[in-house]
Every structure is written in C-alpha cells, then in structure tokens.
C-alpha cells in the first residue's frame, strides 16, 4: 500500500526534528567537553584523590652564641579519617575509641566519622605515646581503613618565659603569630608535603599512595644573648616587684658597635609554651573576675612589647641628645668652663615660668659637665634657645626621632612630636630637657648608641644571621649605620659628660668598682596630670670604647623608694652591669 503524501510529509518532519535533537546534543556535548571539560575533569579527580597535609617543621630560632634554643618544633603526630572509607558498622566503634584515647567529644568525633566527605581532621599534635595506643587498637580489631595517623610538628619554647615578647609564638595551624615568629615566619614555617591516593567513585583506594615530602623551615640565629636576657629579665622583675611599677617596665641591652639588640625584655611577661594563660600570681588571681572581652585585653597587654610598642617622654636622659646637638654647633666648646651657666632655680619662656627639679637650692655656676651631672633643666633650655627650632629639629631626625627604627620585630611604635612649624619657644624648652613629646625606648637607645658609635647613626638589629635548612648556608644580616651625626670628638666630649654622672652626679648608683661606666637618668611624667611618673636610666660600658648601652624604663613605681631615676632605676643598671661586663669579657678571652 502507498504511502500517502501527508504520511511522507510526517515522516519527514519527524526525522528533521530528530536531526536538530541530534544536532543540539552534537553541540552540547562539544561545549561540555573543549569548555567544560577541564574544570569537570578536574572535579572528577578532586572527587577521586584524597590528600593529607604534611605540617612543614618550622625552623629553629639560636640565641646569638648559637648554644641555646629559644624555639624548637618536636615531632608529634596527627590523626584524620576518610569517613567514606569506613565501614557504616564500624563508624560508632572508630568515634568511641577515638573520643577515649585523645579524650575528645564523642558526639563531634561521630559526626565527623558519619560525614559523607573525603577527609576529616580528628587531632592534631599529638605525642606519640597516644597514637600508639590508637595503632594497637587497630591492630587488634583490624579496623584500619579510613583512619590515618601522620607525622605533625608542634612548637616548643625550652626557656618558657624567656624573651616572650620578642620570640612570639604559634597558632594551631603552626603559623607565626606575635614577635620573631610572625616577622620572619616565611622563613621559619617551610613549605608543607602532602600524601596522595586515588580512589574510586565509593572512595576505595585504587592504588599506593604518593608521598610529597614536606621541607623544613630556615633556622634563625638572633642577637639576644640568652646569658645577658636572663640577667636583664631576673633584674627587671625584681625593680617592678620592689618598686610597685603598677605599669611594669622594659629594659634594652644594645651593642653600639653594629646594633646588635643583646637583651630585650619587658615586666610582666608570659609562658611561650601556653600563651593564653596567665603567668604572674597577680594575673592568676585576676583571671576569674575577668570576662572574655576584659581577659582578650588582658592577653594583648601581656603579649605587648613594652621597649617597641609603648612610647614615653623620656625625661632627663635626652638632655644627652640636647648636649650632642650643642657641641656640635659649636654652642659649647669646652664641657669643663666653669661659670660658663648660671642656675637660678628657673628659667622665663616667652612669659612662662620653668623650673630646675632643685629650684629650692638652685644649682649656680656651672659647666656643662656639671650641668649634665646635676640634670639642671634651665642649662639645657637655654641651650635649645640658642641651637633654634629649625636646627634642632634637624638633629631630630639625624638621630632618628622621627621615624620607626625599622626593627624586624612587629608592633614598633613611632615618636609624638609637635610638628616643626607648631613649635614655639616653651615647647622648644620643654623637648630640649626632655619632655611634651613621646618616642619609644628602642628610639632612645638607639640615639644614645649612636653617640657612642663615634657619632655615628646606628640601626638596631634583632636576627644575627638565617641558616638555610636545605644547604647549611649561612646568610648574615648586613649591620647598617646612617649619617655621622655628631663628630668623634664631641662624642667622646658627650660620654665623658655621661662619666661624671655616674661617678659622681645623679647616676653614682650604677657605679660598678674597674668599670668606667657612663649614664643618665631620667624621670618625667607619664602623661599631664595623671600623677604617675617614668622613671629610667641609660648606661654605656665602657666610656673609653663602648660595647654595651643599657636603657631601664619603669612605668609608674609606686614603692617607698620614690620615683626619681636615680635612686630606682640607676641601682638596676649597677647590678645588671655587674654581671654581664665579666660575662662579656670572659667571651672575649
């Protein structure tokens, strides 16, 4: 029988609409495999592979003798679980075995063994004495798949509390948090390794795994002395306690000659090993009364930096700035004329009234020795009126004031000055004896090393050298000077100024008998009209060829001993230099 012409006509219609199917699949699956096709694959392997992270094992920090370990990361271990990989009648038993041996919530641990995902974080930095007891429990049922133990690495601080706020420490997640651990961790934490395996679609391995080794941090080597940080940290804590400084303190040890930072510590301090903790008795017995919020500020105040972070007007100590600008533009050219100053108990400032710290026994005739010796505040006012706005402020930023010193530590404060134009004749009073302006203790040290660097600016340094984890190669850190800031000569005119202090003016407590030890101290206000005060004293070792500059800043003491930096602060100085002088002689030996 023919087919008719309207059966023809539905035969061909029907067949062209199959053709366009046909044609539209062509062009989908062209689109999904040339466009599409390398992401799906790419997802279809992800789906397909399970990766475990090797934690890389950070590199260890050296004091600078290169004998002591200040940081180190031990082996210890990690336990995950390929949920899929894990029999259903076997996840209760896994979960209730892994929540008793690392003592762990059973019913998180079950809810991460029933997760239809490919990979689950259980524990990590474990001993191995733990993992042994998880290793023995899967020998003995034979329940192995799906749970993986994996070398980890935790971090160690062998010395606790020693040099907390510069060392820092670490997360969880073994990154650099706080201090040298933060700064430098591209260099410490290394690059991570991994171990790989195929699987299937049901998540059953389809072969040997593939193991990435993970690569070691670099190695640091520092310039603390762990011998000179002990010292300083045993020092400090005993001026804090004894004083009552309510605020705590801080206290920098610096090497003029290359900047090399010897000790840095400050009061109150905290164990590396559990920086969340509290670690004073004072901060124990506080910590219950504390909530979340008031014990988070109570972590940061104890993890901060006092010597980089906080700033002070440093008082008296910077009439040794006032003294070095003054020499050098020739104001003064003798330091022993006698009479050539004259203390009346106070100065007049474009109408204000300024007083010497002994107005009620006015100082009289004087040298500029012996006004550095008195700590005579009118001599160095008058000495800032003849140097000028213009000028003295240049020295200002000669000597760094203006500026961060740019010590790879985080957390440095900058200087409070008045701004240049701002700057009157009382204000000009004010900075020349050391006060209405703010810098921080490294600044300070830093312009006193300078001076006894020859003259010579100075930039304080933390990390001696970084040891390559792969080669052995040592890198040292370049020691990087500025301009000349004063001459040789009036340098040495300004240490044996500071000479004089300690052997017979306001800073005679820090005398240490076959040392000629140099120094200044200091006492300011800890803001305007608070009524707490700074008190502190920087010391250099020796005068002759100086090796050693010491600053102690303590913030508001309260004890019977007053406030005044030569009878709290400059008795700190002696001890400390009594001990490390012979200790850093016995090194040169």
Avoid at 120 to 132: L, Q
Avoid at 319 to 330: D, F, I, P, R, Y
Avoid at 345 to 371: D, F, M, N, T
Wanted: contains cysteine.
């Amino acid at each position: 029988m023919p087919i008719s012409l309207s059966n023809k006509k539905k035969m061909r219609n029907a067949l062209f609409v199959v053709l366009i199917i046909i044609a539209l699949l062509t062009v989908r699956i062209g689109y999904i495999q040339f466009v599409w096709g390398a992401e799906l694959s790419g997802k279809a392997t992800s789906q397909q592979s399970q990766s475990r992270s090797i934690t890389a094992k950070r590199g260890t920090i050296y004091d600078a003798t290169g004998k002591y370990i200040l940081a180190v990361s031990s082996s210890v271990e990690a336990v995950t679980v390929n949920p899929t990989n894990i029999a259903k009648e076997d996840k209760e038993k896994v979960a209730k075995e892994l929540s008793e041996i690392f003592e762990l919530d059973y019913e998180k641990v079950l809810k991460k063994v029933s997760k239809r995902s490919s990979i689950e974080t259980i524990i990590k930095k474990v001993d191995k004495e733990k993992t042994d007891e998880l290793r023995i429990w899967m020998e003995e049922t034979g329940i192995t798949a799906g749970i993986n133990i994996d070398e980890d690495t935790k971090r160690y601080y062998p010395y606790g509390d020693l040099a907390a706020q510069v060392i820092g420490f670490c997360g969880s997640d073994n990154q650099g948090l706080d201090g040298i651990e933060a700064k430098y961790d591209e260099e410490l934490k290394g690059t991570n390794g991994r171990i790989e395996r195929q699987t299937n679609a049901a998540g059953v391995s389809l072969g040997d795994e593939e193991y990435v080794p993970a690569i070691d941090g670099n190695d640091l080597i520092l310039t603390i002395d762990m011998t000179i940080q002990s010292i300083v940290e045993k020092y400090l804590e005993e001026a804090c306690i004894d004083n009552v400084c309510t605020d705590g303190g801080s206290i920098i040890a610096m090497d003029p000659r290359n900047g090399d930072i010897l000790a840095m510590a400050t009061y109150p301090s905290y164990d590396l090993n559990s920086p969340y903790e509290p670690h004073t008795e004072q901060q124990k017995a506080e910590w219950a009364t504390l909530d979340s919020t008031d014990r988070t500020t109570a972590m940061q105040q104890m993890w901060r930096n006092k010597a980089i972070s906080d700033t002070y007007e440093p008082g008296s100590v910077f009439k040794t700035v006032t003294a070095s600008a003054a020499l050098q533009e020739g104001i003064v050219t003798d330091i022993d004329q006698e009479g050539q100053f004259t203390c009346t108990g106070s100065i007049e400032v474009a109408g204000v009234r300024i007083k010497c710290w002994r107005y009620y026994r006015p100082h009289g005739a004087e040298s500029l020795r012996q006004a550095l010796m008195n700590s005579c505040n009118p001599v160095f006012i008058g000495l800032g009126q003849k140097i000028g706005v213009t000028k003295y402020y240049e020295y200002l930023r000669k000597f760094g004031l203006f500026s961060k010193t740019g010590i790879q530590l985080p957390g440095e404060a900058n200087s409070i000055f008045i701004k240049e134009e701002k700057a009157g004749p009382v204000e000009l009073a004010t900075i020349s004896f050391g006060q209405r302006f703010e810098i921080t203790p490294l600044q300070m040290i830093t312009a006193v090393s300078s001076i006894a660097n020859d003259g010579t600016y100075i930039k304080p340094r933390i990390v001696k050298s970084i040891i390559n984890s792969q080669t052995g190669e040592k890198t040292d850190m370049p020691v990087e000077t500025g301009e000349q800031i004063i001459s040789k000569e009036n340098a040495e005119k300004v240490l044996s100024m500071m000479n004089s202090v300690v052997s017979e003016g306001t800073g005679k407590n820090a005398k240490v008998e076959g040392y000629e030890i140099g120094g200044k101290t200091g006492t300011s206000e800890d803001g305007v009209n608070t009524g707490k005060y700074v008190t502190s004293f920087c010391g250099v070792a020796e005068t002759d060829e100086p090796y050693m500059v010491l600053l102690i800043t303590l913030y508001n003491p309260t004890g019977e001993g007053g406030h005044q930096g030569g009878g709290v602060a400059a008795p700190v100085g002696g001890k400390i230099f009594s001990e490390v002088l012979p200790y850093l002689e016995s090194l040169n030996k």
